[in-house]
């Protein structure tokens, strides 16, 4: 699986700040993780290459990245 495949198949959420006056996306199995814009398809497309480059990241230095709660078996 490509690390944009990886990335997409983590869980994103994106809510309005009313204070910041944008959108904030999430990622359930990335707590750390947080990215806006100006929608939430904006804000979701961010995260996403945040999580993008992580992975990048993480098989550079081979650590595992979290998997996603969608490919975790019960």
């Given at each position: 699986?490509?690390?944009?495949?990886?990335?997409?198949?983590y869980h994103y959420f994106a809510e309005w700040d009313d204070e910041?006056?944008?959108?904030?996306?999430?990622?359930?199995?990335?707590?750390?993780?947080?990215?806006?814009?100006?929608?939430?398809?904006?804000?979701?497309?961010?995260?996403?290459?945040?999580?993008?480059?992580?992975?990048?990241?993480?098989?550079?230095?081979?650590?595992?990245?979290?998997?996603?709660l969608s490919l975790k078996r019960v």
């Amino acid at each position: 699986m490509s690390n944009k495949e990886l990335a997409a198949s983590y869980h994103y959420f994106a809510e309005w700040d009313d204070e910041d006056r944008l959108y904030v996306a999430t990622v359930k199995e990335w707590p750390s993780i947080a990215a806006h814009g100006s929608t939430e398809q904006e804000a979701i497309d961010e995260a996403r290459s945040v999580i993008e480059e992580c992975l990048l990241d993480m098989a550079e230095c081979m650590d595992v990245p979290p998997a996603p709660l969608s490919l975790k078996r019960v």
